[in-house]
């Protein structure tokens, strides 16, 4: 049997959930593994969430938000951009490979991008071992 | 579990059932999360239909559900008519969640069991979410009946006019020193051919009298806070270096100013206006305007010749900028657009060849009131031109600038087809890709130009060039075009070009939209709520959009839009109050350390330190819901209503999961 990641997507509602939306509205086919969750804004996803979601078992986990400049709260986004990277070390230093988790910005316009950054995630997360695994 | 959980899931006719197995998610609902307090598990054509929406109101009485979960199509769409539901059953409507099972699901996912797994997966996120969802109570704000128009084209003034006489107080706002728009521009107007400033001028004249109305013109928004209902507007009046209160309008100031400008607004860069003006002489308000990096007096020290000669001592060198704020319920924007710039297509030659003009340079020729007295004329200001070429699309309809349709350049260079024909009679070429006429009277007034005897070309052009390569063509410029009708390569020569230059997204367009917080399209037009049956709002409760500033658009169609912008803002006011989302974020006292960083964090400066207790406090009117500073606090002291961790972290439970037990089964 191949192997299915299981990926989890933090998305903010205002930008990246749309986007996600109009992939849909616009028929655009992607992989089924990424299960989104909406959020108000990139800036409520702690750390400590995405390593709960990687406690659960998750093989990727990704933040998406609005563009730098565009974000719906003004600057929420500029937390993310801060966190998420240094969170991607923290990841390293435990023995997660970091590209595990991924930052995105997707626009509500960004249907096209949606889909070619799910797609490539997807691809990325499959090339790895399941995740359970590397952590026996 | 104590919950008695309800799932609905909907086959959006056959939008989602035609790829999920809607009665196979209901039925595993049922079965597999029943200890997660599912009693109720159905599937239905439309549950956004009223026969829907009453199953779930009966099961909520009948059943007693506590928490209802519907899966169906985006939240964004439908999240309010099933929390409406669930409140009219009498149940808390953030005991509610949906989840996305058509744009994120049945759209996107090419394979049938696959995406019937996703939607399983997706239900169960759902329902270990709503277990742990809280009831909120919504805030209810009273509405500022006061709007705020901004953009004084017809469709600014069109929705500025329609609140006025409804009783509300417009305040609108114009950057340029007259209301009017490109409007106020143009000559004729397709397809009755009446004159544009008989049809706008009265429409000005209205708003700028009107005493509901205040307007600001030579003004900008400079900052935009609260949210529906209650926004704080602070807008920057520029100094206009005029006293209104003494001014008459006479226009001495302009006769006698020795500064002439080229001006690159009104006139599109073909004539000349003074360095104090009026845009027009109809211009509302009908106060002039002193051009500071112009004028004589600010650049040398010398002249003031403006107010040696006002009668009325209405110039004042020292005037400043005002600062003005206004509280407003509502906004409208109706920025509109701007012309693509014809140079980005070097083979077309605009800027380099003389007697290539764009189309507002040959509206403004063509307009009595313009700098050639309505004479049509080469660059040089008196041939007449015996042929004239129109290129459409230029711009639009063309991956390398913008790919969408201009919408109005076909029947704008039918219009112009006819007034070359009518004011010279010379030989007309329209060069299209396709003719588009979709309005009403437009593709009868196609035929008055084809009975009128317009040559129309079918192809792009591909360049406009003054070099001569065959006999006939010297002094001329040679429009070199594939007509794709006869398949055959063609150099045709004219005396002058018109390019039909696409429309396209204010240059500032995606500044304003985060000053007014809405999106853009990729294009940097706004977007609307929703494309059909939500034109004119945005997803910013509050904030609406008319005219071209959402998409290039026709005369009727932005008047349509800003009466339609009214109309909405109109039913706001008239509810008194309205609600707002309770999602808002709290301190937990008890273990905040009152380390600050979440104060530091929040976009608003909604947390403020509270001195005596040593601990952050949220004020809960300013919360915009967020939840940056719940990303920050360390000590998880602060909670988001609505999006608690504990609700995310079920939610992701849920997922993970029902994504496991997939795995299982096919290993076993």
């Given at each position: 049997m191949m192997y299915q990641p299981k990926i989890i997507g933090f998305l903010c509602?205002?930008?990246?959930?749309?986007?996600?939306?109009?992939?849909?509205?616009?028929?655009?086919?992607?992989?089924?593994?990424?299960?989104?969750?909406?959020?108000?804004?990139?800036?409520?996803?702690?750390?400590?969430?995405?390593?709960?979601?990687?406690?659960?078992?998750?093989?990727?986990?990704?933040?998406l938000g609005c563009h730098i400049g565009d974000c719906h709260y003004?600057?929420?986004?500029?937390?993310?951009?801060?966190?998420?990277?240094?969170?991607?070390?923290?990841?390293?230093?435990?023995?997660?490979?970091?590209?595990?988790?991924?930052?995105?910005?997707?626009?509500?316009?960004?249907?096209?991008?949606?889909?070619?950054?799910?797609?490539?995630f997807t691809e990325k997360i499959s090339a790895l071992p399941p995740f359970v695994e590397t952590m026996k | 579990m104590s919950e008695k959980i309800g799932v609905y899931v909907c086959h959006c006719g056959s939008n989602i059932a035609g790829t999920v197995d809607v009665e196979g998610v209901a039925n595993w609902a049922a079965k597999e999360l029943a200890e997660r307090g599912v009693v109720v598990a159905r599937d239905y054509k439309f549950m956004c239909s009223s026969l829907g929406q009453e199953l779930i109101e009966k099961d909520i009485k009948e059943h007693g559900l506590t928490r209802v979960v519907v899966a169906a199509c985006s939240p964004h769409l439908h999240e309010p008519t099933f929390r409406g539901a669930c409140a009219r059953a009498g149940l808390n409507p953030y005991l509610f969640e949906m989840t996305n099972i058509r744009e994120q699901d049945s759209w996107v996912t090419a394979d049938k069991q696959e995406a019937t797994k996703k939607a399983k997966s997706l239900?169960?996120?759902?329902?270990?979410?709503?277990?742990?969802?809280?009831?909120?109570e919504s805030l209810f704000v009273p509405i500022d009946p006061n709007v705020l128009v901004v953009g004084g084209g017809i469709t600014g003034i069109q929705a500025s006019l329609e609140i006025a006489n409804a009783g509300h107080h417009v305040y609108l706002v114009e950057r340029e020193p007259s209301i009017g728009g490109h409007m106020a521009q143009f000559d004729k107007t397709f397809p009755t051919l009446d004159c544009s400033a008989c049809i706008l001028t009265p429409k000005m004249f209205d708003a700028g009298n009107h005493k509901n109305i205040t307007l600001f013109t030579w003004s900008e928004v400079e900052k935009v806070e609260g949210y529906i209902g209650n926004f704080t507007v602070t807008i920057r009046k520029k100094a206009r270096y005029i006293d209104e209160e003494n001014c008459t309008g006479c226009g001495v100031c302009e006769e006698k100013c020795p500064k002439k400008v080229i001006d690159t607004v009104f006139e599109a860069g073909l004539g000349y206006r003074k360095a104090v003006y009026r845009p027009f002489p109809q211009a509302v308000p009908k106060y002039p305007v002193i051009d500071r990096p112009n004028c004589i007096f600010f650049q040398r020290g010398t002249c003031k010749a403006c107010e040696k000669f006002c009668p009325t001592g209405a110039?004042?060198?020292?005037q400043q900028d005002e600062i003005i704020t206004v509280k407003v319920g509502n906004i409208i924007l109706a920025t509109g657009y701007d012309l693509f710039?014809?140079?980005?297509?070097?083979?077309?030659?605009?800027?380099?060849?003389?007697?290539?003009?764009?189309?507002?340079?040959?509206?403004?020729?063509?307009?009595?009131?313009?700098?050639?007295?309505?004479?049509?004329?080469?660059?040089?200001?008196?041939?007449?031109?015996?042929?004239?070429?129109?290129?459409?699309?230029?711009?639009?309809?063309?991956?390398?600038?913008?790919k969408y349709c201009s919408s109005i350049c076909c029947m704008q260079s039918l219009k112009f087809a006819h007034l070359v024909h009518e004011k010279t009679g010379a030989e007309v070429y329209n060069f299209y890709i396709d003719i588009r006429t979709p309005a009403k009277g437009y593709e009868e007034f196609y035929q008055r130009l084809l009975d009128e005897g317009t040559h129309f070309v079918r192809g792009k052009v591909a360049e406009i060039t003054n070099s001569v390569r065959i006999p006939g063509e010297e002094g001329k410029l040679v429009v070199q075009v594939e007509?794709?009708?006869?398949?055959?390569?063609?150099?045709?020569?004219?005396?002058?070009?018109?390019?039909?230059?696409?429309?396209?997204?204010?240059?500032?367009?995606?500044?304003?939209?985060?000053?007014?917080?809405?999106?853009?399209?990729?294009?940097?037009?706004?977007i609307e709520r929703h494309p059909k049956l939500d034109p004119v709002a945005t997803m910013t409760d509050g904030v609406f959009i008319a005219g071209a500033c959402q998409g290039p658009k026709d005369i009727p169609a932005s008047v349509a839009q800003g009466a339609a912008a009214a109309a909405r803002v109109l039913s706001i006011i008239g509810q008194g109050e309205i609600e707002i989302e309770a999602a808002t974020a709290m301190v937990d006292e008890t273990t905040c350390v009152g380390c600050k960083q979440c104060i530091a964090s929040c976009p608003y400066q909604a947390i403020i330190y509270l001195e005596d207790k040593g601990k952050a406090y949220v004020q809960e009117a300013l919360c915009k819901g967020c939840g940056t500073c719940v990303g920050t606090c360390l000590p998880k002291s602060i909670t988001l209503k609505h999006f608690t961790d504990d609700q995310i972290v079920s939610e992701m439970i849920g997922a993970m999961q029902a994504m496991k037990s997939f795995e299982t089964m096919e290993v076993s």
């Open positions: 509602n205002w930008c990246s959930y749309r986007g996600a939306d109009t992939a849909g509205m616009a028929r655009m086919k992607y992989p089924p593994n990424v299960k989104i969750i909406r959020v108000p804004c990139s800036g409520r996803i702690s750390p400590e969430l995405v390593l709960r979601t990687f406690r659960e078992g998750a093989d990727g986990v990704m933040v003004s600057t929420g986004n500029h937390r993310t951009a801060k966190r998420m990277p240094v969170l991607k070390k923290l990841l390293e230093y435990s023995g997660i490979e970091p590209e595990r988790l991924h930052i995105n910005w997707v626009s509500a316009a960004e249907g096209e991008k949606f889909t070619v950054v799910i797609k490539e | 239900v169960a996120a759902a329902v270990w979410r709503v277990a742990h969802q809280q009831p909120l110039i004042k060198f020292d710039d014809a140079r980005k297509i070097p083979n077309y030659g605009y800027g380099r060849l003389p007697n290539v003009f764009t189309s507002l340079e040959f509206e403004r020729m063509t307009n009595a009131a313009g700098p050639t007295g309505g004479k049509v004329v080469l660059r040089d200001g008196v041939t007449q031109p015996k042929s004239v070429a129109i290129v459409h699309c230029v711009g639009s309809r063309d991956k390398n600038y913008h007509d794709t009708l006869i398949g055959k390569q063609r150099r045709i020569p004219v005396d002058m070009v018109i390019l039909s230059a696409a429309l396209e997204a204010r240059a500032d367009a995606k500044e304003v939209a985060q000053k007014f917080g809405i999106s853009c399209s990729a294009d940097d037009w706004f």
